[in-house]
C-alpha cells in the first residue's frame, strides 16, 4: 500500500511538472498564456474548487481535473489482477483481424473481459453494472477457435465478439430478470430473436447487463434483482442513465466489445450520451422486439451501443430484421442495406444540411450553460467539418407539443402478453401478482407505486382516453416534424441528449433533468447518438442526430464523420489496464533517456546528432497522451525559439497487430501537426526501456532512416 500512494504522489508531481514545463509556469501560476509561440488551445486556469496540488490543465477538450486521482488509478491499476489481451478500447475489427493473423484467441479475449469484470463489476469502483455474466461463454469461446483452427475462416461478422445483453431480452443459457426479484431465476424457453442472430453470427454472449426495472427509467438504473444503483465509471457519484445503464457502464468501462440496449423513452440514448458512447434508437420496425421484455410496443426498440461508429454499424448490420414474429419489423423490407458499413466516409458531413433545434433549449428548466457551450463547439466542430448548419432551424410550435406519455394501459397489456409469451414456468401472469409478490421479491420501492398504477387500470389501450390521445399527439409530432425539415431542406437535425449533465445517484426530481429524448420516441423515427465532450467533474455528454425514417445509414455517415473529426471517445480512469496487461506496459510516466537513429536497411542505431537534453511522456490510463521533448543544443538558439523543442498532448491507441503506439494529436505547438496520427514502433529491452520508433523517411544521403527515442519509466 504504502508502495502505491508512493507512486500515486510520483506520477502526480511528474503529471503536474511536465505540463507547467511544456508551458513554461510555475506551479500555482495563474497565468493565461498567450502570444505567438504557443497555440491557443494550450491555456492554464487554476480556480478555488481545487485544493492546493490540484490544477486542471485546459488542452483542447481534455481536462486534467485532479491529477492525484490520475495517479492513484494508475498506481492501484499496477496491482491488479492480471488480464492476459489489451482488450481495453478494442474494436470487432481489431480482434478479428487479431484473430486471422493468430495473435490471440477468442479464449484469451474472452478472459480478458472475464478479468476486467471481475476486478471493477462489484469490487473496486463496485460499477455494479451485470446481473449475471455467462458460464458457458469460454465453452462458446473454444468452440469458436476450434472451427477457426479447422477452416481457416471466420465464422460470422461478429465471431468471437463477447456481446453485453440487456437483462430484459432473452437468452436460453442465462436468466432473463428485466430487473425484477422474483424474475431472478427464470430462464426462458427460447432465445429473443436478435440473441439467436447473435449467436448464429459469432457472437459470444458474455453477460446480460442491469437496468432500471422493468426498463421504467432514465436518469438512472435501479432494481430489485441488485442492491444499489449502476455507477458511471467516469464518476461513480453519478448516474449511469437509464433503463440501458448496465450496457453503458459495461462497454465504457471495457467489459464486452459491443452490447445491445432497449429504447422506449430514450434508454439507448440516455446511457450512450453520459457513459461516452455511441448508440443508436433505429427506426421502430428494423430490428426485432420478439422476446424482448416491453414497455410500450408502440415505441420499443432494441438498439446497438459501443464505442465507436463503426462497431455499432457492424452490430446493426446483424441486428435489422424483417422477423414474421413482429409485424411491425414488415415495413423494412427492402429498407435494409447489403451493409451499414458502407456509410463509413470520414468526409460525410461535406455538404450535409443540419438543422439546430434550438427551441430544445429552451423548453422547460432551460440548458445547463456547459452542456449549451459544449453543444455549441459541436456546432462548430461540424461546421469545420464540411456540413452547412441551418441554425434558424424551428419546428413551429414545439415549444408547447405534449410530451406523448407511456400510459398505464399500454404497458399493462404489453406486460401480460409478454407473461404469456415467456410460457407456463414465467412466475406471473398479471400485473396485479407482480405487484402482491411476497415480500423479498417485490419491485424496487422506487418503482411500486408505478406498477401499482399499471396493475389498477381497467381500460385497454384501444379503449384509454390518455393512449388515444397519445397516438395522436405521436401523429401530429410526425407531420410537424417532417413538415418542418422537408421546409428547410436540412437532412437532418442535431440536438443534445441531455440539457443538463448527468444526476447524482438517488436524484430522482430533485433537480432538472433537461432529457430531450421523447422527440425520437413521439415519432418513433431514427436517432444516432455521439459523444461531444465532457463537463464539470469528467461528465460525458453526447447529442443527436435525428433523421427521418429508414435513414440509419445516412445518419451513421454524419456521427462518422464527426467522431473522426473529434475523437471525444476516452476510457473511464476509475477501470484502467489490469496490472499484467500489455497496455499496462506502457501506462505511466517516462523520462526520455535517449534520441537514436536507425538504419532501416542494417537494424543498426546510432546516437542522434541532437540528443536528449530532456523530456517526458505520460501515457494516462484513461487513455490520454502528454508529451515533451527537448533536444540538446537549445541553449546556443534565441530567447523563444522552438527549434529541437516539441509538446503535444491528445490520445493513445496501442496497436499490437502493428507493434505500433498511435499518437493522435489533439493539440500541438506546432499548428500543422495538430490532428495527426502518428505510428510509433514499439520495443522493451530487458531493463525495462521502451523505444519509440517513427516510420523510416528518406533523407540526403538516400538513407532511409527512423528516429528512435529512448524512455526509461519512472517510478
Same mark, same amino acid.
Given at each position: 500500500?504504502? $508502495?502505491?500512494?508512493?507512486?500515486?504522489?510520483?506520477?502526480?508531481?511528474?503529471?503536474?511538472?511536465?505540463?507547467?514545463?511544456?508551458?513554461?509556469?510555475?506551479?500555482?501560476?495563474?497565468?493565461?498564456?498567450?502570444?505567438?509561440?504557443?497555440?491557443?488551445?494550450?491555456?492554464?486556469?487554476?480556480?478555488?474548487?481545487?485544493?492546493?496540488?490540484?490544477?486542471?490543465?485546459?488542452?483542447?477538450?481534455?481536462?486534467?481535473? @485532479?491529477?492525484?486521482?490520475?495517479?492513484?488509478?494508475?498506481?492501484?491499476?499496477?496491482?491488479? &489482477?492480471?488480464?492476459?489481451?489489451?482488450?481495453?478500447? &478494442?474494436?470487432?475489427?481489431?480482434?478479428?483481424?487479431?484473430?486471422?493473423?493468430?495473435?490471440?484467441?477468442?479464449?484469451?479475449?474472452?478472459?480478458?473481459?472475464?478479468?476486467?469484470?471481475?476486478?471493477?463489476?462489484?469490487?473496486?469502483?463496485?460499477?455494479?453494472?451485470?446481473?449475471?455474466?455467462?458460464?458457458?461463454?469460454?465453452?462458446?469461446?473454444?468452440?469458436?477457435?476450434?472451427?477457426?483452427?479447422?477452416? /481457416?475462416?471466420?465464422?460470422?461478422?461478429?465471431?468471437?465478439?463477447?456481446?453485453?445483453?440487456?437483462?430484459?431480452?432473452?437468452?436460453?443459457?442465462?436468466?432473463?430478470?428485466?430487473?425484477?426479484?422474483?424474475?431472478?431465476?427464470?430462464?426462458?424457453?427460447?432465445?429473443?430473436?436478435?440473441? &439467436?442472430?447473435?449467436?448464429?453470427?459469432?457472437?459470444?454472449?458474455?453477460?446480460?447487463? @442491469?437496468?432500471?426495472?422493468?426498463?421504467?427509467?432514465?436518469?438512472?438504473?435501479?432494481?430489485?434483482?441488485?442492491?444499489? !444503483?449502476?455507477?458511471?465509471?467516469?464518476?461513480?457519484?453519478?448516474?449511469?442513465?437509464?433503463?440501458?445503464?448496465?450496457?453503458?457502464?459495461?462497454?465504457?468501462?471495457?467489459?464486452?466489445?459491443?452490447?445491445?440496449?432497449?429504447?422506449?423513452?430514450?434508454?439507448?440514448?440516455?446511457?450512450?450520451?453520459?457513459?461516452?458512447?455511441?448508440?443508436?434508437?433505429?427506426?421502430?420496425?428494423?430490428?426485432?422486439?420478439?422476446?424482448? =421484455?416491453?414497455?410500450?410496443?408502440?415505441?420499443?426498440?432494441?438498439?446497438?451501443?459501443?464505442?465507436?461508429?463503426?462497431?455499432?454499424?457492424?452490430?446493426?448490420?446483424?441486428?435489422?430484421?424483417?422477423?414474421?414474429?413482429?409485424?411491425?419489423?414488415?415495413?423494412?423490407?427492402?429498407?435494409?442495406?447489403?451493409?451499414?458499413?458502407?456509410?463509413?466516409?470520414?468526409?460525410?458531413?461535406? /455538404?450535409?444540411?443540419?438543422?439546430?433545434?434550438?427551441?430544445?433549449?429552451?423548453?422547460?428548466?432551460?440548458?445547463?450553460?456547459?452542456?449549451?457551450?459544449?453543444?455549441?463547439?459541436?456546432?462548430?466542430?461540424?461546421?469545420?467539418?464540411?456540413?452547412?448548419?441551418?441554425?434558424?432551424?424551428?419546428?413551429?410550435?414545439?415549444?408547447?407539443?405534449?410530451?406523448?406519455?407511456?400510459?398505464?394501459?399500454?404497458?399493462?397489456?404489453?406486460?401480460?402478453?409478454?407473461?404469456?409469451?415467456?410460457?407456463?414456468?414465467?412466475?406471473?401472469?398479471?400485473?396485479?401478482?407482480?405487484?402482491?409478490?411476497?415480500?423479498?421479491?417485490?419491485? #424496487? +420501492?422506487? $418503482?411500486?407505486?408505478?406498477?401499482?398504477?399499471?396493475?389498477?387500470?381497467?381500460?385497454?389501450?384501444?379503449?384509454?382516453?390518455?393512449?388515444?390521445?397519445?397516438?395522436?399527439?405521436?401523429?401530429?409530432?410526425?407531420?410537424?416534424?417532417?413538415?418542418?425539415?422537408?421546409?428547410?431542406?436540412?437532412?437532418?437535425?442535431? !440536438?443534445?441528449?441531455?440539457?443538463? +449533465?448527468?444526476?447524482?445517484?438517488?436524484?430522482? /426530481?430533485?433537480?432538472?433533468?433537461?432529457?430531450?429524448?421523447?422527440?425520437?420516441?413521439?415519432?418513433?423515427? +431514427?436517432?444516432?447518438?455521439?459523444?461531444?465532450?465532457?463537463?464539470?467533474?469528467?461528465?460525458?455528454?453526447?447529442?443527436?442526430?435525428?433523421?427521418?425514417?429508414?435513414?440509419? /445509414?445516412?445518419?451513421?455517415?454524419?456521427?462518422?464523420?464527426?467522431?473522426?473529426?473529434?475523437?471525444?471517445?476516452?476510457?473511464?480512469?476509475?477501470? +484502467?489496464?489490469?496490472?499484467?496487461?500489455?497496455?499496462?506496459?506502457?501506462?505511466?510516466?517516462?523520462?526520455?533517456?535517449?534520441?537514436?537513429?536507425?538504419?532501416?536497411?542494417?537494424?543498426?542505431?546510432?546516437?542522434? &546528432?541532437?540528443?536528449?537534453?530532456?523530456?517526458?511522456?505520460?501515457?494516462?490510463?484513461?487513455?490520454?497522451?502528454?508529451?515533451?521533448?527537448?533536444?540538446?543544443?537549445?541553449?546556443?538558439?534565441?530567447?523563444?525559439?522552438?527549434?529541437?523543442?516539441?509538446?503535444?498532448? =491528445?490520445?493513445?491507441?496501442?496497436?499490437?497487430?502493428?507493434?505500433?503506439?498511435?499518437? #493522435?494529436?489533439?493539440?500541438?505547438?506546432?499548428?500543422?501537426?495538430?490532428?495527426?496520427?502518428?505510428?510509433?514502433?514499439?520495443?522493451?529491452?530487458?531493463?525495462?526501456?521502451?523505444?519509440?520508433?517513427?516510420?523510416?523517411?528518406?533523407?540526403?544521403?538516400?538513407?532511409?532512416?527512423?528516429?528512435?527515442?529512448?524512455?526509461?519509466?519512472?517510478?
Amino acid at each position: 500500500m504504502a $508502495h502505491s500512494l508512493s507512486l500515486c504522489r510520483s506520477v502526480a508531481v511528474e503529471v503536474e511538472r511536465v505540463a507547467l514545463n511544456a508551458l513554461g509556469l510555475r506551479r500555482g501560476a495563474r497565468t493565461r498564456v498567450g502570444g505567438d509561440a504557443l497555440h491557443p488551445q494550450f491555456r492554464l486556469r487554476t480556480t478555488a474548487r481545487f485544493p492546493p496540488g490540484h490544477w486542471a490543465l485546459d488542452v483542447g477538450h481534455w481536462s486534467f481535473f @485532479s491529477t492525484v486521482a490520475l495517479a492513484c488509478s494508475i498506481a492501484a491499476s499496477v496491482h491488479a &489482477a492480471p488480464a492476459s489481451f489489451p482488450v481495453e478500447e &478494442a474494436t470487432i475489427a481489431g480482434i478479428q483481424a487479431a484473430y486471422l493473423s493468430g495473435k490471440t484467441t477468442a479464449h484469451e479475449v474472452t478472459q480478458a473481459y472475464l478479468d476486467r469484470i471481475a476486478a471493477y463489476d462489484k469490487k473496486g469502483p463496485y460499477l455494479n453494472s451485470l446481473i449475471t455474466v455467462s458460464t458457458r461463454a469460454l465453452a462458446d469461446a473454444d468452440k469458436l477457435d476450434a472451427e477457426l483452427k479447422s477452416t /481457416g475462416k471466420l465464422a460470422g461478422p461478429l465471431h468471437g465478439i463477447p456481446v453485453i445483453v440487456k437483462d430484459n431480452l432473452d437468452t436460453t443459457d442465462m436468466p432473463t430478470s428485466s430487473g425484477v426479484a422474483l424474475f431472478r431465476d427464470f430462464v426462458p424457453p427460447k432465445d429473443a430473436f436478435i440473441v &439467436a442472430r447473435l449467436r448464429a453470427a459469432g457472437a459470444i454472449v458474455l453477460a446480460k447487463s @442491469s437496468l432500471s426495472e422493468l426498463a421504467m427509467g432514465l436518469a438512472d438504473s435501479i432494481n430489485s434483482a441488485l442492491p444499489g !444503483f449502476t455507477r458511471n465509471p467516469y464518476n461513480t457519484a453519478h448516474a449511469s442513465g437509464g433503463s440501458s445503464g448496465g450496457t453503458g457502464v459495461a462497454l465504457a468501462a471495457n467489459f464486452g466489445t459491443v452490447g445491445i440496449g432497449t429504447d422506449t423513452g430514450g434508454s439507448v440514448r440516455a446511457p450512450s450520451s453520459i457513459n461516452n458512447l455511441v448508440g443508436i434508437r433505429p427506426t421502430v420496425g428494423l430490428v426485432s422486439r420478439t422476446g424482448m =421484455g416491453p414497455l410500450d410496443s408502440v415505441r420499443d426498440t432494441p438498439g446497438p451501443m459501443g464505442r465507436d461508429v463503426e462497431d455499432v454499424a457492424r452490430l446493426l448490420d446483424v441486428m435489422a430484421c424483417v422477423d414474421p414474429a413482429d409485424a411491425r419489423t414488415a415495413p423494412a423490407t427492402g429498407k435494409i442495406p447489403k451493409t451499414y458499413t458502407a456509410f463509413l466516409d470520414k468526409n460525410g458531413l461535406k /455538404g450535409v444540411r443540419l438543422g439546430v433545434l434550438r427551441q430544445a433549449l429552451t423548453r422547460q428548466d432551460g440548458a445547463d450553460p456547459e452542456v449549451v457551450a459544449l453543444f455549441e463547439k459541436a456546432i462548430s466542430d461540424l461546421r469545420a467539418a464540411g456540413a452547412v448548419i441551418v441554425d434558424d432551424f424551428t419546428v413551429p410550435g414545439f415549444e408547447k407539443f405534449p410530451s406523448p406519455p407511456q400510459t398505464a394501459a399500454q404497458t399493462k397489456a404489453d406486460w401480460e402478453r409478454f407473461f404469456a409469451y415467456e410460457g407456463p414456468t414465467f412466475p406471473v401472469k398479471t400485473v396485479a401478482e407482480l405487484r402482491d409478490a411476497p415480500m423479498g421479491k417485490r419491485v #424496487h +420501492p422506487l $418503482h411500486a407505486p408505478r406498477v401499482a398504477e399499471i396493475a389498477a387500470i381497467t381500460k385497454s389501450p384501444e379503449e384509454d382516453p390518455q393512449t388515444i390521445q397519445g397516438l395522436k399527439d405521436e401523429q401530429m409530432y410526425r407531420d410537424k416534424f417532417g413538415a418542418a425539415m422537408d421546409a428547410a431542406h436540412v437532412d437532418a437535425l442535431i !440536438f443534445p441528449v441531455w440539457n443538463f +449533465p448527468p444526476k447524482i445517484n438517488g436524484d430522482r /426530481g430533485q433537480t432538472p433533468q433537461g432529457s430531450l429524448t421523447f422527440i425520437g420516441s413521439a415519432t418513433q423515427w +431514427p436517432v444516432v447518438v455521439v459523444p461531444m465532450g465532457f463537463v464539470g467533474e469528467n461528465l460525458p455528454m453526447g447529442f443527436q442526430f435525428f433523421g427521418r425514417p429508414w435513414t440509419e /445509414g445516412q445518419l451513421i455517415k454524419f456521427a462518422y464523420a464527426y467522431e473522426q473529426a473529434t475523437h471525444h471517445r476516452r476510457p473511464p480512469v476509475n477501470a +484502467p489496464p489490469l496490472g499484467e496487461s500489455f497496455a499496462q506496459k506502457f501506462i505511466g510516466t517516462w523520462k526520455l533517456i535517449a534520441i537514436n537513429e536507425r538504419d532501416a536497411a542494417s537494424g543498426r542505431e546510432t546516437p542522434a &546528432a541532437r540528443g536528449a537534453a530532456d523530456g517526458q511522456l505520460i501515457y494516462a490510463a484513461n487513455g490520454r497522451l502528454s508529451v515533451q521533448i527537448v533536444r540538446t543544443g537549445r541553449e546556443s538558439l534565441p530567447p523563444g525559439s522552438a527549434d529541437g523543442f516539441s509538446s503535444y498532448f =491528445g490520445r493513445w491507441e496501442l496497436s499490437t497487430a502493428e507493434g505500433c503506439m498511435i499518437h #493522435h494529436q489533439d493539440g500541438n505547438l506546432s499548428v500543422k501537426q495538430i490532428g495527426q496520427a502518428a505510428k510509433r514502433y514499439y520495443t522493451f529491452d530487458a531493463a525495462g526501456h521502451l523505444s519509440l520508433a517513427t516510420p523510416p523517411a528518406k533523407r540526403d544521403d538516400g538513407r532511409a532512416l527512423s528516429t528512435v527515442f529512448v524512455w526509461e519509466r519512472i517510478e
